[in-house]
């Protein structure tokens, strides 16, 4: 979750800066070029008046025009910068360097025409920093309400534009270390939503792997997700309670029904006496009343299975795996079933060493329930990177697709194997007693006909 809305507050935040630099920059870029504009047009006024006085009648108008060429050569020599005054025929009064005339086209020409008209240069093109662009600046020169002549500078743009380019460096960097600390803000912000989602989908993944009395502690992050952690740990302690009452009737109900069920079988065995030894019907309820007996020592297993807490220990899974096998070959053997152990010579795993062993125990007994004489269950201990296996693979029958989803269900027994002993606790309860200890049991085909057990331990100790 945090790293889909981290990313969606820097984006939106970043959005925000540009939208606010963008405007910025040009407000920036405008204000220096008009700047520029008003200096040049300080500049006009000034020669705008130095040419008015001058006229062809004046017996002083060429002292006044070489004084005005002078001032405008100084002018272009300290800051080069084209400037002269026109008349409306194209004509120089007077220009500085000598060699420039006015563009026939162009912003120069537009500038020119517009102070013909009575109009002062007040809006030139903007020019950016890529643009290597000039300002024309033009002013009419009037003389007895009438426009005798226009004073025109070409300006270059390169000092503006190198001051443009600097102030958005400027702002570039601000909104740039302006960025950093959104992102810092925002990762500290995600950090104090999110602790409390955490901490809660932590809490659940162990309610989820049998870890009942997980909670999670509501004092970190907002209210409303405060108050969630509240209402999370209410429910996981009503939960709890509910199995725990659920445990203890399964528990209670199993430890009640073995002396009345004793002392029934014990009524049968004495009326067994007055009758035929070959009796079809006593035979048929000694078996019922053994397998009664052991559904409810499976039960009373269950129910202390998903009560008692993990003894975890780091173990070496091949001597225990090895006793395990040794211990189930005479009923291989007698079966007519290869029973063999493969795989690496050392692996270790965090475990309860006795749940694990009943764990194997059912997975290896089911495995030689179901596979016929002559045929072979290999056990394979293998170390991974994260967790260490034991696989136990059968040539059974194996199980459908739709069986292999509810193989491990409690009392569930595929009805292809009705005929064969059990009570179908077994492998929920090796699952139970696995899952206590942070490890799992997994149930796929075994090509070309087979079921392979495969049961994973942590390398680490789970909760660190």
Known sequence: ????????????????????G????????????????????????????????????????????????????????????????????DRAL???????????????????????????????????????????????????????????????????RSRILRTWLLIGLGEALALLVAVAAAVRLTG???LPVRTLDAATRDIAGGRMRSRVAASAGPPELRHLARSFNEMA?????????????????????????????????????????DSEEIAAVRTEGKRLARVLDDLLDLALAEHAEADLQLIDLVPLTAERVASWRPMADREGVRL??????????????????????????NALKFTPAGEDVTVTVAAGTGTTTVVVAD??????????????????????????????????ISRVLLAAGGGSIAYEHHPPHGLRVTVSLPRERPGG
Do not use: C
Request: hydrophobic share 45%; no cysteine; net charge negative.
């Open 237 to 277: 302690d009503n939960v709890e309670d509910v199995l725990e009452q659920q445990r203890a009737f399964v528990a209670d109900a199993s430890h009640q029904l073995r002396n009345p069920l004793a002392a029934l079988l014990l009524r049968i065995e004495l009326l067994a006496l007055e009758l035929p030894e």
């Open 340 to 365: 063999s152990l493969e795989g690496a010579p050392a692996a270790t795993a965090w475990a309860d060493p006795v749940a694990l062993s009943s764990a194997l125990d059912a997975v290896i007994d």
């Open 94 to 160: 007077a220009k500085a360097p000598g060699s420039w005339a006015l563009p026939a086209e162009g912003e120069g020409r537009t500038a020119f025409d517009e102070a013909l008209l009575g109009r002062r240069s007040h809006d030139p093109p903007q020019v950016w920093p890529w643009q290597n662009g000039r300002v024309v600046v033009a002013s009419p020169v009037v003389r007895d309400g009438d426009v005798v002549a226009v004073v025109v500078i070409d300006s270059p743009t390169g000092e503006m």
């Open 192 to 194: 104090w939503v999110l």
């Open 22 to 89: 963008f405007p910025l920059a040009i407000s920036v870029a405008a204000a220096e070029q008009q700047r520029l504009v008003i200096d040049r047009i300080d500049d006009t006024a000034r020669f705008a008046a130095l040419a008015q006085a001058i006229t062809d009648t004046s017996p002083d108008s060429e002292e006044r025009r070489r004084t005005l060429q002078t001032d405008l050569e100084v002018y272009a020599s300290v800051y080069d910068i084209r400037a002269g005054v026109f008349f409306q025929d």
């Open 395 to 428: 040539r059974g029958p194996g199980l459908t697709e739709a069986e292999l989803e509810r193989v491990g269900d409690r009392f569930w027994r595929s009805t292809r194997h009705q005929n064969v002993s059990g009570s179908g606790l077994g492998l929920s």
């Open 1 to 20: 979750m945090r790293s889909r809305l981290l990313p969606l507050l820097i984006v939106l935040m970043a959005a925000v800066l540009v939208t606010l």
